[in-house]
């Protein structure tokens, strides 16, 4: 084992190899040992620490906005679901499993290259750089597959033969649940505007009502007081 330089004892670091050895050779877990500590016990201090930091406010606001993986897997949503259309509860969900079936296979894919077999590059000029004549380089990158389609049509003719029930077989085709809007519960018109009444004014007999208007509610910033 490589032994470090060896600094003044004014420092407060052992100055003789002796020291040094003595130091190193201290019982003590491994890297991969203290990994799988706080890894898997998760009432120890490096457990409760990266917990911490997980939990923290930042980092759940820094996974709301990562990027470009997240602008990346909606841009592919709304190619496979435009939001322009409104689809159905199974509908939507399948064109969200294939927009990450697509996203997965094109993820990663290679640069592509020009007829002098260079990396091939291309020029944008976005519209915030206009004014400015600025202008944005690319890489241009091979075209994307479509190799997952295939694998699934060759799933459904097995499931078609077969005379699989899928919606048996798949638990998340069972159930429909409906539209949120469905479940909120709606308020009771005339305990509503009796709250607002109550809340923004309280309601008087103003002077000179006319006939056939008894009963009818007037806030007090729009009636006459008594």
Excluded at 55 to 82: C, F
Excluded at 131 to 150: C, D, E, M, P, Q
Aim: positive net charge; glycine residues 6%; charged residues 25%.
């Amino acid at each position: 084992m490589h032994q470090r330089p060896t600094p003044s004892t004014s420092t407060g670091i052992p100055s003789t190899s002796a020291d040094v050895q003595t130091q190193s050779d201290e019982p003590g877990p491994s890297t991969s040992t203290a990994e799988k500590t706080w890894s898997t016990d998760p009432r120890s201090a490096s457990a409760k620490k990266v917990a911490a930091i997980l939990d923290s406010t930042w980092t759940r606001k820094d996974v709301k906005m990562l990027s470009p993986s997240m602008e990346g897997i909606h841009s592919v949503i709304n190619q496979y679901a435009p939001e322009m259309f409104s689809f159905s509860y199974e509908g939507m969900l399948c064109r969200i499993y294939l927009a990450a079936l697509h996203f997965n296979e094109n993820t990663n894919r290679a640069q592509a290259m020009d007829r002098e077999g260079n990396p091939a590059f291309s020029i944008c000029y976005p519209r915030a750089k206009q004014t400015t004549g600025g202008y944005t380089v690319r890489k241009v990158l091979i075209k994307a597959t479509h190799n997952f389609s295939k694998r699934i049509m060759e799933k459904v003719l097995l499931l078609c033969a077969a005379g699989a029930d899928t919606r048996a077989k798949y638990p998340e085709l069972k159930a429909n649940p409906g539209y949120l809007t469905a479940k909120v519960t709606r308020p009771d018109k005339t305990q509503a505007v009796k709250e607002f009444v109550s809340r923004f004014g309280k309601a008087v007999e103003p002077v000179g009502r006319p006939e056939g208007t008894e009963g009818v509610v007037v806030p007090a910033s729009k009636a006459t007081k008594k």
